[in-house]
């Protein structure tokens, strides 16, 4: 966009925003108003189009507000709210700095920023810092806190709001702890420039130039010792022209990475401050912002008394201080929420050079201290974050309802170029280029072409995300690979992309199969995309991005002297946490992980995909998109855990709802007993649902299974012998029972065999236990059953094929068979569900009136569909929904479906595949901690292998702990 275009779509966004809740009319008339305007008289009619749809498109943005759990009475002393309205208009009326209005016009104004997500920005980040300590109070405070955010979906933004509010309130040391990778850091550096301190500064000569909100009105500027191209340096910071005195005016900020060394130097520093009162501690208000608090921050040497080293150095530096906060930001809250509460010892060790009496030389001894300084358990609060409705998150690719299936593409043939085998796959393997990888690497240039087509390519920047090895060596000889791939494209886009479409036509053949392949749906012709080609191939550039690799990511986002960049981007776990990918466009991920923190963090699609969302693809294997349908679902559930907690319940009830949580499950306890384990834990089904996710292929279970649910069947029938047959039948898409007695529903789940009963639940020990556990106060005595029962006799499969339903006669009744796609999982099983849902979203809907469940949701302040578990409440009969399932094979060319039929092998004839979903309806039953004993296979599901690697993933990048 050229200067006179950029300034007349502030000008025109400025004045459709002083209008409140404005229509498309408003902002149409709005735009014309500044068209006419002389400044603005070589506006072209296209370009104010584009204005008119971009704010639109702005403007129409909506964003929840953010839900907050707390507590007041966390330590000896109640927490006194201290962010009243008076201290706002005092801070506002005395104060010489503005920091959090300046922040606020540079995203109106810089990064236009719907309205709406600007205002809930800075409603949840005074939510935040009024749970902090209130900087002006003079007795000593500690505080602690977390906010959860969706990966990628903004929360750098939302912690630099937080840094305005502190600077603001009184906050004089800001220390942001990035992740652990300096070009991670690099990015974090350049948006708290932009949108804190507005300066540029390199801290070696102590010059720079203004940037971002120092571009627009800004007339203090806080002090930096770090800069984009500097971390912090002990002896840099010494040089300094700004100190830590018993004054300091301006608020002082440390940017820095998650690094042993860094972190000592900082605390080095902070020892020598002249600022030291007689308590040995800084007498100055401090805040640290820890992002991606999951990593690197948390404790994991679990011997007693041991810490590991950046842990103990986050506590020791908000021990040197009176007065800390610390909010820990993450998207994958898991790990934190599992710190002990009650931790306050800590064994501070550093080095220290000493020299040897009567001598020159010196040694180097390790000094320990005994401090008291709590863990970083969110005591205080927890915030959630909710993204914009413009997020294209995991909801939108996994979730239930996602709508996105042409966007991920199935990985078939890795494993003769990329094995995932561990035995195989070690640091010394040798990759190939699988085909679908060079499908994907097409396709990214082909999305460039489309993104020009579209007005999109010379504005912003755009990526390719190539992550299937955590070894460092492995993703260079990739690179290698992948760089003869680049090469081979663009040769053929330079020789044949200008010729008459007959000489080109076998030249360019592989390119062009492969855009009607995965984009020829779109309503863009070959033609267009093929001219295209040739202004935008020249663009794309190969990185490897990790610890030993020299390549830096310089994208224009980051600052507006680089021009626009097309990156491919090769690399392990730096691409796993934190980094942002600007526009990135096309993934390729090949990576084993059962750990729901290490694969939401490998999610860097998601975000912001404005104008090209549409044209996303990403390549992954079929197992790893369930799991990602998985999780997305059991996250979702734990962030209305969280909103519903917030009225009544603190950081701690909410640690003990994910600890409970049967499709979270951690382990408390394990011990080793030859070929089997005994594990101790929590498995709480209050207000849940669980359903049998796969079930053995093998004919004597199927048939077994289906004598089973026939026996319960009969036995429902034989019960309600006298109630209307058409009540039970009609009630309900199926039949229906009241009122079974549980001895029943025992019988039937105890000889029920199913292979999982979720992605990770394998056993049924725990649902049976839980069962009888309820029995002493009749909680679970008395059951509803439902059968589905299909009304239409054909069902219209994709691709239009009508499928004949199967008939089945039970106890003298008809039902029809429903129909399941049929897929086969790694331990002889089949799956009955794609998207960790086996029962349709409102299963548990049945056994409730119409006005209960108008009055659930009026009291939840939500609708079921979009949040169903509000109807698994207390006092509602718990259901058992029994499945009757033919599994039907697919048959596709590309996406076509071009044939469907009944999947007949190794399943009897006359038997149906069966499975089950149980409603449970919220308990007032205390669950306790139980043993189980599980086997091996069951075990290596939670990868505990990933769990050690997850602080350093010391096979990728080991040498930033060296």
């Excluded at 008289?41 to 702005?58: D, G």
């Excluded at 030859?674 to 209050?686: L, N, Q, R």
Aim: with cysteine; aromatic share 10%.
């Amino acid at each position: 966009m050229k200067d006179i275009a950029k300034d007349f779509f502030r000008m025109s966004l400025m004045m459709v925003k002083s209008i409140e809740n404005a229509t498309e009319k408003d902002i149409e008339k709005k735009v014309l108003e500044v068209a006419g305007m002389a400044s603005f008289k070589s506006i072209t009619k296209k370009e104010i189009l584009e204005t008119i749809k971009e704010i639109e498109h702005v403007e129409g943005v909506k964003m929840p507000f953010a839900s907050m759990v707390s507590d007041d009475d966390a330590d000896d002393k109640k927490f006194e709210e201290w962010l009243t309205s008076e201290r706002i208009e005092e801070c506002k009326k005395n104060s010489p700095f503005n920091y959090s209005e300046d922040y606020e016009n540079y995203l109106k104004e810089v990064e236009n920023l719907p309205s709406e997500v600007i205002s809930r920005i800075d409603d949840a980040t005074r939510r935040i810092i009024s749970k902090c300590g209130d900087p002006k109070l003079k007795s000593t405070w500690e505080r602690r806190g977390m906010v959860v955010g969706s990966v990628q979906s903004g929360k750098t933004a939302n912690y630099v709001s937080l840094i305005n509010k502190a600077a603001d309130y009184g906050y004089k040391i800001i220390i942001v702890i990035t992740g652990i990778h300096e070009n991670l850091r690099r990015q974090t550096q350049n948006r708290i420039n932009k949108g804190f301190i507005g300066f540029e500064m390199d801290t070696k000569s102590w010059k720079g130039e203004k940037v971002g909100v120092g571009e627009y009105g800004r007339r203090t500027y806080p002090h930096a010792f770090s800069s984009k191209v500097y971390d912090f340096d002990i002896k840099t910071a010494n040089r300094s022209p700004y100190k830590i005195d018993s004054e300091c005016e301006r608020p002082l900020i440390f940017t820095i990475k998650k690094n042993p060394n860094v972190l000592e130097n900082l605390i080095k520093f902070f020892d020598s401050s002249p600022a030291k009162d007689l308590s040995n501690k800084i007498n100055h208000p401090m805040i640290i912002i820890d992002d991606e608090a999951d990593n690197a921050s948390i404790n994991t040497a679990y011997k007693k008394g041991a810490t590991t080293k950046i842990n103990s150095q986050i506590r020791k530096i908000l021990n040197l201080f009176s007065n800390a906060s610390y909010v820990g930001y993450t998207a994958t809250p898991f790990a934190n929420i599992f710190i002990d509460p009650d931790s306050k010892d800590l064994i501070y060790s550093y080095k220290k050079k000493k020299k040897i009496e009567d001598s020159e030389q010196t040694i180097t001894e390790t000094i320990s201290e005994d401090i008291q300084s709590r863990d970083l358990f969110p005591r205080h609060f927890i915030v959630g974050l909710r993204p914009p409705d413009n997020y294209y998150g995991p909801d939108k690719l996994f979730g239930e309802n996602s709508k996105t299936e042409d966007s991920i593409i199935k990985i078939t043939d890795n494993e003769d170029y990329i094995t995932l085998d561990p035995k195989i796959h070690d640091r010394y393997f040798d990759p190939d280029v699988p085909p679908s990888l060079k499908e994907a690497i097409i396709c990214f240039f082909i999305s460039d072409a489309i993104k020009n087509l579209r007005g999109l390519f010379k504005k912003s920047d755009s990526s390719m995300m190539i992550n299937v090895s955590r070894f460092t060596d492995v993703q260079t000889k990739l690179k290698d690979k992948v760089k003869d791939i680049k090469k081979s494209i663009t040769n053929k886009i330079t020789t044949y992309s200008g010729l008459t479409p007959n000489l080109r036509k076998d030249g360019l053949f592989e390119i062009e199969n492969v855009f009607h392949k995965y984009y020829g749906e779109l309503n863009i012709q070959w033609e267009e995309v093929n001219r295209s080609l040739l202004e935008t191939y020249s663009r794309v550039d190969l990185m490897e991005i990790n610890q030993r690799s020299p390549d830096v990511l310089k994208y224009k986002d980051d600052d507006e002297k680089n021009p626009p960049v097309s990156y491919i981007v090769i690399g392990g776990f730096s691409l796993s946490r934190g980094i942002t990918l600007k526009g990135l466009t096309i993934s390729y991920i090949l990576r084993n992980s059962f750990m729901y923190d290490t694969l939401l963090q490998m999610g860097r699609w998601f975000g912001y995909r404005a104008g090209y969302q549409d044209i996303c693809r990403i390549w992954m294997k079929e197992d790893m998109q369930e799991d990602y349908q998985h999780i997305t679902s059991s996250v979702k559930e734990l962030m209305l855990d969280l909103k519903k907690l917030e009225k009544s319940g603190t950081p701690l009830d909410f640690g003990l709802k994910v600890l409970s949580h049967p499709d979270a499950l951690m382990i408390t306890a394990r011990n080793k007993e030859g070929k089997s384990k005994v594990i101790k834990t929590k498995f709480d089904f209050s207000g849940r649902l669980v359903e049998t996710f796969s079930v053995p292929n093998n004919q004597k279970a199927l048939i077994d299974n289906y004598k089973y649910s026939e026996d319960l069947i009969k036995k429902c029938f034989t019960l309600k012998s006298n109630t209307d047959l058409d009540l039970i039948k009609n009630k309900y898409n199926g039949y229906f029972f009241e009122d079974i007695d549980s001895e029943n529903i025992i019988t039937f789940l105890n000889n029920f065999i199913a292979t999982s009963y979720s992605n990770q639940l394998t056993i049924n020990e725990p649902i049976i236990k839980y069962i009888n556990l309820r029995q002493l106060n009749r909680e679970l005595s008395s059951w509803d059953v439902f059968i589905p029962s299909p009304r239409d006799e054909f069902d219209t499969r994709r691709g239009g094929f009508k499928v004949q339903r199967r008939q089945l006669k039970i106890n003298g009744h008809n039902f029809f068979a429903s129909h399941r796609q049929k897929r086969k999982d790694y331990n002889s099983s089949f799956k009955l569900t794609m998207n960790s849902k086996v029962a349709s979203s409102d299963i548990a809907k049945i056994g409730l009136s119409k006005t209960k469940i108008e009055e659930l949701e009026l009291a939840s302040e939500t609708n079921a569909k979009s949040n169903p578990k509000i109807l698994n409440c207390y006092g509602r009969k718990p259901l058992l929904a029994i499945h009757l399932f033919d599994l039907l094979n697919e048959k596709k060319e590309g996406k076509k479906v071009i044939f469907s039929e009944r999947y007949k092998e190794n399943i009897p004839d006359g038997v149906p595949v069966t499975g089950w979903t149980i409603v449970f309806p919220e308990s007032t039953v205390e669950t306790e901690e139980e043993e189980y004993r599980v086997n091996d296979i069951w075990m290596n599901q939670f990868s505990f292998q990933e769990l050690e690697l997850s602080e350093t993933e010391d096979n990728d990048d080991s040498d930033i702990y060296a």
